[in-house]
């Protein structure tokens, strides 16, 4: 995610991280090439390297979900959701997985991509603290000291936070410091905290530091938009329009896979990248992830289908934020007719 994205060491994530059908692949190195087995090659880019959220692309693959659908699936590492974007909407890649306020402020920019369908509907985007630090409540913000990163989208939003929980912008200083530093000050008590996404660096801080983690979620307090989702450009969706819909059911398929069998999921990453967390950090980034696949709206739907009413509130905070240049319509930055088929 430019948007948020997050995590210390990158520099092997600047390379490639593959998966084929039945391969491993690391950082900058194929294993094997995809398997050939009459089905389409298609590459996916996600927003960073291989962490829990991810799981279900790689059990999908190792289970045959996506060769089911037609879809001979390479996995690629990314180097934040910006980049991804930049790198779909150039057709380098076939599909994207990107935090949507990246994307919607990328195509405002004139970048040529379309959602083709949000998995993540619940912002993870949250304050994370240390459960001995005092903080409880947002109200035990005040005074305090969070490590933010200028330019994201939790950043960007935390003004609108604050408000909706009953606090004043100056009430809470703000550190700006980059992904790593972020995790550094948390863990050293530079600061009070950290602002980013819960299901990813949370976990990560709890296995360094032996500690527990708090969480403050946007959502607690009413403060709502998408997250990470399936991505293509324009030309693909105009000339492709079958493999992108075989796309989004397959990865909804594999996220339902996930959901019911997460140990698998887990264990399907193994000696994919090895720049990803041990077992039980991925463990608990993707129990985490699994809480953040609906809204209201959404309950009891297939992972990946959308509801009109989360779009348009998400366009609506992301203008108010200023990360839009203005809300328009949702069918700007989002493509409707690949929805996976209910549940």
Not at 17 to 44: E, I, K, N, Q, R
Request: net charge negative; charged share 20%; with cysteine.
């Amino acid at each position: 995610m430019q948007l948020t994205r997050r995590r210390a060491v990158v520099l092997a994530a600047a390379t490639a991280t593959t998966l084929a059908l039945g391969a491993c692949g690391s950082s900058g190195t194929d294993a094997a090439a995809p398997a050939s087995g009459g089905g389409t090659d298609v590459t996916l880019m996600l927003n960073w390297y291989p962490y829990g959220e991810h799981a279900p692309f790689y059990l999908g693959v190792e289970q045959g979900i996506f060769a089911k659908h037609g879809i001979n699936l390479t996995i690629k590492a990314g180097q934040g959701s910006t980049k991804t974007v930049q790198a779909v909407g150039g057709d380098q890649v076939d599909f994207g997985w990107a935090d949507t306020p990246a994307v919607l402020s990328n195509v405002d920019k004139g970048v040529k991509v379309k959602s083709l369908g949000v998995f993540l509907q619940t912002t993870p985007s949250a304050v994370q603290v240390f459960a001995d630090s005092g903080i409880s409540s947002p109200a035990d913000l005040k005074g305090r000291t969070i490590a933010v990163s200028a330019g994201d989208a939790p950043t960007t939003t935390f003004p609108i936070y604050l408000e909706k929980a009953g606090l004043a912008p100056n009430d809470v200083k703000q550190q700006n410091l980059d992904a790593a530093g972020k995790i550094a000050a948390v863990i050293s008590g530079r600061v009070d905290g950290l602002i980013g996404f819960a299901h990813d660096q949370g976990p990560t801080i709890a296995a360094k530091s032996g500690k527990e983690m708090r969480y403050l979620r946007y959502s607690d307090v009413g403060l709502n938009f998408y997250s990470n989702g399936l991505i293509a450009s324009d030309a693909t969706i105009g000339s492709r329009g079958e493999l992108a819909k075989a796309m989004v059911a397959a990865t909804s398929e594999s996220f339902a896979a996930a959901e019911k069998n997460p140990d698998a999921a887990v264990a399907a990453m193994a000696g994919k990248d090895p720049q990803m967390p041990k077992k039980d950090v991925l463990l608990d980034q993707w129990k985490q992830t699994t809480q953040l696949l609906h809204t209201k709206n959404t309950e009891g739907q297939a992972p990946g289908v959308d509801a009109d009413a989360d779009w348009d509130a998400t366009i609506e905070v992301l203008a108010s934020a200023g990360l839009l240049g203005s809300a328009k319509e949702r069918s700007t930055y989002y493509d409707s007719s690949f929805q996976p088929a209910g549940e």
